[in-house]
C-alpha cells in the first residue's frame, strides 16, 4: 500500500511540514461535544492545522492533559497544552473525558462486503487506502451516522471507512437517522442562511467547498455542538459543514423531520438577541429564500435582501486574481489582506466576478467576505495575540493580528515593528498600535537588556571517542570574551576559553564567532554553557546545549546506545531546506507560516533573532533536531526494543522522522517497515525439528533465496505460523529462511516477513533488517493527498540507501537507476516511463 507523507522537500513540490498515525490511525465518528479536556493515550504530535499535511509543533506525552478548544472535526480534535500551546492532535489517540470516545452508532450492527472494496482511513475518495477488503468479508460497523460511508473494524482488528453502496449491513437500518443535532433535547434543529454560505466537506476554511448555498436556504441541523460550525443537511441531501455566522437556527416541535415536506411547523429563534414568537409558515426548498422563517416577529412576507456589493479578501498572504473562474486561468494581480473588491456578479461555484481598481477578474469566494449595500468594511474590529510581551535587545517578537492592520509603535528608539514584527532597538518601553480602520489594538512592550550570548553549538554533532570537539558560540560586538562551562560525566565542570574566530555581517547586523576544543575519552552526552563577558566580567547565564560522544566512530557498527544525527545528515537537511537570513512567509506550509534559518518555524508570539547569520542557523537547526521528537523518538524505540543500530540507520530514520514524524517509532500499531526492523535477528541456529515463527507480511515464498527466483504458492497471508528449516545469511542486510508451512509445502521466505515465536530471547541487531525488503517499503511513503508526490519518493528512496548502505549521494538521476534492486511501485511509473 501507498503511503502517506507530512512533509514535502522545498526544492521538491507543493506543500511541506508532520499526527502520529495515518493509515492505522483511524476517525471517530461524531464529536465529543461534552468533553473538555483529553489524556493522550500514546505519544502523540500536536500540529499547526487539521491534517498530516501540517507541520508538528511538539510532541506530547503518553497521559499528557489537554483542554479541548474545537473538537467538531471527525478525525481532529484542537487542543490546548497545559504550557499554552494551541494546535491540532489525531483524536484516536486521546481519551475524553466528560464523555465517550466512541463512535456514534450503537453496537451489534455488522456488514458484509458485497463485491472487492476498498478501506481508506477516512469518509473521502480522497483519503488512503488502508487495505483492499475480499467480497464477503464480515465487518463490525463502529460507525453508520454517514450517508455514503461506513466506520468498519476487521476481524484483525483495523479500521477505516467503507462506501456504504458495496456493504450489505444488518442488526440495525443503515439510514443516517441518527445522524442529528446533539444540542437538541426531543427537537430536531433547522436553520436558514442569512448570506451567500458556503458548504464545506469539514469544519473549518481549510476543508473542501461542497456547493455554495444561496441567502434564505432552508437546512437541517445535523450537529450544532462546535462553537463556530455547524453540521447541516440541504433539502437534496447533501451534507457538510456551514460557518455558525451566517445561520439563524430554529428548534423545531413538528414530529417531521424532513426539510423538503410541506408540514406547518411553529418555529422559534434561538438567537438571543430575537424577540421569542411563533408563525405558521410553509417551508420551502433549500435555494429558497422567501418564506421560510428566520425568527422575525409576526410576519411571514419575504424578508428584504441586500444587495451583494462588495468583498473584503481575507487571506494571510495573497489572493490571486485570475482572469477567469477557476484555477486554470492566468493570474492578473495578487490582492493583500483587507483589499476591497467591487462584486459584478453574484458567486458560482465558489467564484466570483469582481473589479479591483481597473481591473476586472474572478476570484475564489472561499477567502473573501462579503459585503452588502455599499458597505467597504473600513470599521473591522481588530485583534492581536499579546497584548504585553518582554524582548531581549536585538531580538524581534512576531504579533499576529486577526486581520489585515497598520502598524505603529510609539517609540521607535525602544522599538520598531513591520507587519507585526517588532524589533527591540534599546532597553525601554514602547507601545504597539495595530489599527484598522476605526479599530485598535495595542501591545505593551519591554526591552531588556540584549542576551549574553545569541546561539550555540557543538561539532561533530556526534563525536567518536578521542576526537576532537569543537564548541562554536555567537555573540553580539559588545562581548569581549567567552567560556565554554562543560559538566563532565563525573559531575564536575570543565571550563574552555574560548577565542575570536570570525565576524559575520548580516544585513546590517553584525556579530562575533566564537571557538574553542577539547577532547572526551568516555562516551555519553556532555551538556555544556556558554558565557560571555563585557569588559572581563562574565555573565552568570547564556545559552545551552550538549555533544554526544559514540562508543566508537565507525558508521556501520551497530550498538544499542542512544543515537543522534550525524553532521552528514544535518548538511542534507540544510542542503533541502534551504538557508534564509530574515523571517519569510512559507508559502508551502500550512498557513503560510512565518519560517527562517533552515526551515525553522514559528509560532504567533515567538521572539527569535531576525537577519540570522549561517553559524546561528546552523546552531538553531542542529538544537532542533537534537532535541526534537525526530531524535528523542528513535531512542525511545531502540531502548524499548532493545535494538542494536548503526549511525547510518538512525539518520536515515531521523530523516524519515523529519519528513514524515516521529510518531511511527513507538505507536501502539506498526508500520510494515518498524515490523520489518523487529524482524532484523542475528540468525539463530535451526534445530533438525525447525523453529516457529509467523509470517508479518502477506507475501510469496519462493523456489530459491532471492526475490528474483519463481513463487512456488500464490501466497503466504500475514499471520500463518511457518516452521522455519533452514537459513541462508551470507549476507548480513539478505538474510532468507526456507520455511514449511501446516501442509507440507516449503519454501525461502524473506527474513524482513518473518518474525520468530522466541524473537524477544534474541538479538536484535538492525545490520540484519533485509535491505530489499525495507527499502521496497520504505519508498511506498510517497504520496501527500492521495497523490504520488516525486519529492517524497526521492527523499524516501535516497533514506533507503542510507539506511541500508550508508549511500548518502541524492542526485535523481542515481536515485532513479535503482542501484540496489528495491521494488518500485507502479505509481513511480511517471518518472521511469
Not at 353 to 363: A, D, H, L, P, R
Request: net charge positive.
Amino acid at each position: 500500500m501507498q503511503k502517506t507523507s507530512r512533509r514535502f522537500w522545498r526544492t521538491s513540490l507543493a506543500a511541506v511540514c508532520a499526527a502520529v498515525l495515518l493509515f492505522t490511525a483511524v476517525p471517530l465518528g461524531s464529536s465529543v461535544s461534552a468533553a473538555t479536556t483529553a489524556k493522550t493515550t500514546d505519544y502523540l504530535n500536536l500540529r499547526q492545522g487539521p491534517g498530516t499535511n501540517t507541520k508538528v509543533i511538539l510532541t506530547l506525552i503518553k497521559n499528557a492533559t489537554v483542554t479541548i478548544l474545537d473538537n467538531s472535526d471527525s478525525q481532529w480534535a484542537k487542543v490546548k497544552t497545559v504550557s499554552g500551546y494551541v494546535g491540532y492532535c489525531f483524536k484516536q489517540y486521546l481519551s475524553f473525558s466528560g464523555s465517550q470516545n466512541t463512535s456514534s452508532s450503537s453496537s451489534g450492527i455488522t456488514a458484509k462486503t458485497t463485491t472487492a472494496l476498498n478501506m481508506r482511513n477516512g469518509p473521502s475518495l480522497g483519503n488512503g487506502i488502508i487495505t483492499v477488503l475480499k467480497t464477503g468479508t464480515s465487518l463490525k460497523v463502529l460507525d453508520n451516522s454517514n450517508r455514503d460511508w461506513v466506520k468498519v473494524q476487521t476481524s484483525d482488528g483495523r479500521s477505516g471507512w467503507c462506501y456504504r453502496q458495496y456493504l450489505a449491513i444488518s442488526g440495525a437500518a443503515s439510514s443516517t437517522s441518527s445522524n442529528t443535532s446533539t444540542s437538541s433535547s426531543g427537537s430536531s434543529l433547522t436553520a436558514v442562511t442569512t448570506d451567500y454560505l458556503n458548504l464545506r466537506t469539514g469544519a473549518g476554511l481549510n476543508y473542501r467547498v461542497i456547493l455554495t448555498m444561496k441567502k434564505g436556504s432552508t437546512v437541517t441541523v445535523l450537529d450544532n455542538s462546535n462553537r463556530s460550525w455547524v453540521k447541516v443537511r440541504t433539502a437534496s441531501g447533501t451534507q457538510g459543514w456551514c460557518s455558525r455566522d451566517y445561520l439563524k437556527i430554529s428548534s423545531s416541535t413538528s414530529s417531521s423531520s424532513s426539510s423538503s415536506s410541506r408540514s406547518s411547523s411553529t418555529t422559534t429563534s434561538s438567537s438571543s438577541s430575537s424577540k421569542a414568537s411563533s408563525s405558521s409558515s410553509s417551508s420551502t426548498s433549500s435555494n429558497s429564500s422567501s418564506s421560510a422563517s428566520s425568527g422575525s416577529t409576526g410576519s411571514t412576507s419575504t424578508p428584504s435582501t441586500p444587495k451583494l456589493t462588495g468583498a473584503l479578501v481575507q487571506v494571510n498572504d495573497l489572493l490571486r486574481l485570475r482572469s477567469g473562474p477557476g484555477t486554470s486561468y492566468s493570474v492578473l494581480g495578487y490582492l493583500k489582506n483587507g483589499t476591497y473588491l467591487t462584486v459584478l456578479e453574484p458567486p458560482k461555484n465558489s467564484w466570483m466576478k469582481v473589479k479591483w481598481g481597473s481591473t476586472i477578474g474572478y476570484v475564489c469566494t472561499d477567502y473573501v467576505k462579503f459585503l452588502y449595500d455599499g458597505d467597504t468594511g473600513s470599521s473591522n474590529s481588530i485583534s492581536i495575540s499579546t497584548t504585553s510581551a518582554k524582548i531581549p535587545q536585538g531580538k524581534t517578537l512576531w504579533i499576529k493580528a486577526s486581520g489585515s492592520a497598520t502598524w505603529t509603535s510609539s517609540n521607535t528608539k525602544v522599538a520598531t515593528v513591520q507587519n507585526g514584527y517588532v524589533l527591540a532597538v534599546a532597553p525601554g518601553t514602547a507601545v504597539i498600535t495595530a489599527a484598522s480602520g476605526s479599530a485598535k489594538a495595542v501591545c505593551n512592550v519591554t526591552v531588556t537588556e540584549a542576551e549574553p550570548v545569541r546561539a550555540a553549538y557543538a561539532s561533530p554533532n556526534i563525536a567518536a571517542p578521542g576526537s576532537a570537539v569543537t564548541f562554536t558560540a555567537v555573540t553580539d560586538t559588545q562581548r569581549d570574551g567567552v567560556r565554554f562551562l562543560v559538566t563532565m560525566q563525573n559531575g564536575s565542570v570543565r571550563t574552555l576559553q574560548a577565542s575570536l574566530s570570525a565576524t559575520n555581517t548580516t544585513n546590517g547586523v553584525t556579530t562575533k564567532v566564537w571557538t574553542a576544543s577539547t577532547k572526551f575519552d568516555t562516551a555519553g552526552v556532555y551538556s555544556f554553557t556558554a558565557v560571555s563577558s563585557v569588559k572581563g566580567v562574565y555573565s552568570s547565564g547564556g545559552v545551552a546545549s550538549d555533544v554526544m560522544v559514540a562508543t566508537q566512530g565507525d558508521p556501520e557498527v551497530s550498538t544499542n546506545e542512544s543515537r543522534r544525527a550525524s553532521d552528514q545528515l544535518i548538511n542534507m537537511i540544510a542542503s533541502w531546506e534551504g538557508y534564509s537570513a530574515t523571517v519569510y512567509a512559507d508559502k508551502l506550509t500550512y498557513n503560510s507560516i512565518p519560517t527562517i534559518g533552515y526551515g525553522f518555524t514559528l509560532s504567533s508570539n515567538a521572539v527569535f533573532y531576525n537577519n540570522l547569520s549561517k553559524p546561528e542557523a546552523w546552531a538553531q537547526l542542529v538544537n532542533t533536531v537534537n532535541h526534537g521528537s525526530y531524535t528523542t523518538e528513535l531512542n525511545r524505540m531502540i531502548a524499548a526494543n532493545n535494538f542494536k543500530m548503526n549511525q547510518n540507520q538512525a539518520d536515515a530514520l531521523i530523516s524519515f522522522a523529519y519528513n514524515v514524524g516521529a510518531g511511527y517509532f513507538n505507536s501502539s500499531q506498526e508500520m510494515d517497515f518498524r515490523r520489518i526492523m523487529k524482524n532484523a535477528v542475528v540468525p539463530p541456529e535451526i534445530p533438525s525439528s525447525g523453529l516457529g515463527a509467523k509470517v508479518t507480511y502477506s507475501t510469496s515464498m519462493r523456489q530459491n533465496h532471492t526475490f528474483n527466483s519463481n513463487p512456488i504458492c500464490s501466497g503466504v497471508s500475514n499471520g500463518t505460523s511457518v516452521t522455519v528449516m533452514d537459513v541462508w545469511k551470507e549476507k548480513k542486510n539478505d538474510v532468507w529462511y526456507k520455511v514449511r508451512l501446516s501442509n507440507g509445502e516449503t519454501g525461502w521466505l524473506n527474513a524482513g516477513y518473518v518474525n520468530f515465536n522466541n524473537s524477544d530471547k534474541m538479538e536484535h541487531d538492525l545490520n540484519y533488517t533485509n535491505a530489499t525488503a525495507f527499502g521496497s517499503e520504505l519508498i511506498l511513503w510517497n504520496q501527500a493527498g492521495g497523490n504520488f508526490v516525486a519529492g517524497l519518493f526521492y527523499r524516501c528512496l535516497n533514506e533507503a540507501n542510507i539506511y541500508n548502505y550508508g549511500d548518502f549521494k541524492n542526485d535523481r538521476s542515481y536515485l532513479l537507476s535503482n542501484p540496489y534492486g528495491y521494488t518500485f511501485p507502479k505509481s513511480a511509473s511517471v518518472l521511469t516511463g
